[in-house]
């Protein structure tokens, strides 16, 4: 396994969520990054944030360790779960709840709600 790979996967199983993202939690540098995270910082989930933007052999790095094309993708508890279209359509759905109830990640169930009643 090469040096990225070990150290994605460090970080993905040391910490129960990790968004990797273009920018940071505080300041997303793309709409999709800055939705993924918004919904997280909104439903009060604690999560690790990695810039890919800061090191691009994280960038290309994350893309080859999920198979996954793009960025933002999330991970809940070392499994990786997708990216912006996916964790919006779990959120709407209430899948995200129960995926976070299921790995005991703590989040606001009424903030969930109010997700979706908004975009009901």
């Known amino acids: 396994m090469s040096d990225i790979a ?30 993924v995270a918004g919904v997280l910082n909104y439903m009060g989930v604690q999560f690790a944030d ?7 052999t994280m960038r290309q790095g994350i893309k080859d360790f999920s198979d996954w094309p793009t960025v933002p993708q999330l991970y809940v508890k070392g499994e990786f779960v997708g990216g912006c279209d996916i964790v919006t359509e779990m959120t709407l759905s209430g899948e ?6 299921n790995k005991g990640v703590s989040f606001d169930k009424e903030a969930a709600d109010k997700i979706r009643e908004a975009n009901g």
């Open 6 to 35: 070990t150290q994605i996967k460090d970080t993905v199983t040391s910490n129960d969520v990790v968004l990797f993202m273009k920018g940071t939690k505080e300041m997303p540098q793309c709409g999709f990054s800055s939705r």
């Open 50 to 56: 990695v810039n890919v933007l800061a090191d691009e």
């Open 96 to 101: 995200l709840d129960t995926l976070f109830e």
